[in-house]
C-alpha cells in the first residue's frame, strides 16, 4: 500500500478540476438546482479519476534504460541516450528526470515524450562537463499519464551508473587532420611559413603547382624531360615533452574551465599530432614537487598511456617550484627534447623569479614557454569608457597588465625562449601551429 501511495501523483487538471467543482457548490448555496449537478460531475470525475488509475496500474508497462558513452570528454558536448518503451495497449505520455551527476548542478531536468501503444522511443541530451574525474548518474524517475490526464503513476527504474571525465578526446580528433599534410589551410589555423627544410630527404616526384621552386632537381628533370623536386620531410622520432605546472597560477577559470584543464586539453591533442608526425611524445607534471613523469615514447600504446596521465593530474594551491622541476629535468630528460612548458606568470617579478632556471632548461633543450592572456582584461580595455573616471582607471590598470604579458614574451625571446601568449580558447591551435614551425625549421 505504501509503495502505490508513494508512485501515485494527481496532476494539475484533477485539482483543477476540484476548484471546479468546489466553486459550484458554493454557488450552488443560491442556485439550488445545480447542487444535484455538482454531485453528479463530482461522481463522474471520482470514476474517471479510479479507471486512469486502474489502467496505468495494470502491470509494470513502460521499461526505461539509460545508454552512456564509454567516457566523457571534458569541455565537450556529450551524448546520453534514455530509451523508453511502452508496454501498455494505449498511448501515454512520460515525463522523466533523470538524476544527472550532482556535478552539473542541473536541478530543472525534465525531458516529455509521447509514446505509442507497444512502442519504443529515445530522449537525447547533451551534458558538457566542466572538470575530469568520476560522474555517478543516479535513477531514472519516469511519470506516466494517460490521454484523460488526471493522475499520473512514477516508475523508478534505471540504475547508478558511474562515467569517467577523460581530457578533450572531442579536441583531440578535430585537430587530428593538421598532422595528415601540411598544405591544408583553414582560416585561423595552422598558421605556418616554412624558413627552411630538415635534413630527411624523402623522395623525387613531378613538380606541381604550388612546390618551392628551389628544391628543383635539375638532373632528375634533364633525364625525365619534366620538372622534378626533391621531397623532404620533417626528421622523426625526436623526443617530445609535455610540461603542465599544476600550481596555483593554473586554477585560475576562464568560461568555467581552469587553466589547468585546458593546458591538459592541448597537451592530449599536441602529443596526438606528435605521434601522428613519428615523433616521441613524454610528459611531466608538477608543482612544489615532480607528481611524475612518463618517459617519451613512440609506441602506438603511448597516447592512451598520456590520457590516462592526464586524467589523474589536479592542482593544488601551492606555489611550483622551478629549480625542482630543472633539477627533474636534468635527471630524467637526457637526450635533446622539444618541450611544451605550459605555466602562467601574470606579473614581470614572477617570470623574473622563474627565470634563471628557464635559461637553464634552455641550454640543452628546445623549451617553447606556454602563457595566457586574460581575456576578461582584454575585454575591460575594449569597452568604451565614455569619460567615466572610474572605468577609465580601470582600464588603465588593465592596458598595463596587458603590456606586462607583451613584455614577458620579448624578455624570454631575448635568452632564445621560445613562446606563446595566446587566449586560453586558442591554446591548442596556437600550440601545434609552434609545432609544426618547430618541425618546419628544423629547430631541435
Not at 601540411?182 to 582560416?187: S, Y
Not at 622523426?236 to 593554473?250: A, N
Amino acid at each position: 500500500m505504501l509503495k502505490f501511495l508513494k508512485s501515485l501523483y494527481f496532476k494539475e487538471l484533477f485539482f483543477y478540476c476540484l476548484i471546479g467543482i468546489a466553486i459550484l457548490f458554493l454557488i450552488s448555496f443560491w442556485v439550488d438546482w445545480l447542487y444535484s449537478i455538482t454531485w453528479i460531475i463530482s461522481m463522474i470525475l471520482a470514476v474517471a479519476t479510479l479507471l486512469d488509475m486502474i489502467a496505468l496500474y495494470s502491470g509494470e508497462a513502460v521499461i526505461a534504460e539509460r545508454i552512456l558513452p564509454e567516457k566523457f570528454s571534458n569541455s565537450d558536448p556529450n551524448q546520453v541516450i534514455l530509451k523508453l518503451r511502452n508496454n501498455y495497449r494505449f498511448p501515454v505520455t512520460a515525463e522523466v528526470i533523470d538524476e544527472v551527476p550532482l556535478q552539473f548542478q542541473k536541478r530543472d531536468f525534465l525531458k516529455s515524450k509521447k509514446l505509442g501503444s507497444r512502442h519504443e522511443e529515445k530522449l537525447e541530451y547533451q551534458l558538457i562537463p566542466l572538470e575530469r574525474g568520476e560522474y555517478i548518474f543516479g535513477n531514472l524517475n519516469i511519470y506516466i499519464s494517460s490521454k484523460l490526464g488526471l493522475v499520473r503513476r512514477r516508475y523508478i527504474t534505471g540504475k547508478e551508473q558511474s562515467v569517467k571525465v577523460y581530457p578533450s578526446f572531442v579536441q583531440m580528433k578535430k585537430l587530428d587532420f593538421l598532422a595528415l599534410d601540411q598544405k591544408i589551410n583553414l582560416q585561423g589555423m595552422k598558421r605556418i611559413r616554412r624558413i627552411g627544410h630538415t635534413i630527411e630527404f624523402e623522395q623525387i616526384k613531378e613538380y606541381v603547382r604550388g612546390d618551392d621552386v628551389r628544391t628543383i632537381n635539375w638532373k632528375a628533370t634533364a633525364k625525365q624531360n619534366a620538372l622534378m623536386v626533391n621531397q623532404f620531410q620533417d626528421e622523426r622520432s625526436q623526443p617530445v615533452y609535455s610540461i603542465i605546472d599544476t600550481g596555483r597560477v593554473m586554477k585560475m577559470p576562464f568560461e568555467g574551465l581552469s587553466l589547468l584543464d585546458y593546458a591538459i586539453n592541448s597537451s592530449l591533442a599536441f602529443s596526438n599530432i606528435a605521434l601522428r608526425k613519428k615523433d616521441k611524445i613524454g610528459l611531466l607534471s608538477f608543482s612544489n614537487k615532480v607528481h611524475g613523469i612518463l618517459k617519451a615514447s613512440s609506441r602506438l600504446s603511448q597516447l592512451q598511456q598520456v590520457m590516462e596521465s592526464l586524467y589523474r593530474v589536479d592542482t593544488g594551491y601551492l606555489d611550483s617550484d622551478f629549480s625542482m622541476l630543472y633539477s627533474r629535468v636534468q635527471k630524467s630528460i637526457t637526450h635533446r627534447s622539444l618541450i611544451m612548458l605550459y605555466t602562467n606568470f601574470e606579473h614581470m617579478s614572477a617570470l623574473q623569479r622563474q627565470l634563471p632556471y628557464l635559461k637553464a632548461i634552455s641550454k640543452k633543450h628546445l623549451l617553447v614557454v606556454i602563457f595566457f592572456e586574460n581575456t576578461e582584461i582584454s575585454r575591460l580595455t575594449e569597452q568604451s569608457a565614455e569619460k567615466d573616471i572610474s572605468t577609465m582607471a580601470h582600464q588603465t590598470i588593465a592596458e598595463s597588465f596587458q603590456h606586462d604579458k607583451l613584455m614577458m614574451v620579448k624578455e624570454l625571446e631575448k635568452f632564445g625562449i621560445q613562446t606563446i601568449l595566446t587566449p586560453p580558447k586558442d591554446l591548442s591551435i596556437n600550440t601545434i601551429n609552434k609545432y609544426l614551425e618547430v618541425k618546419a625549421r628544423g629547430l631541435i
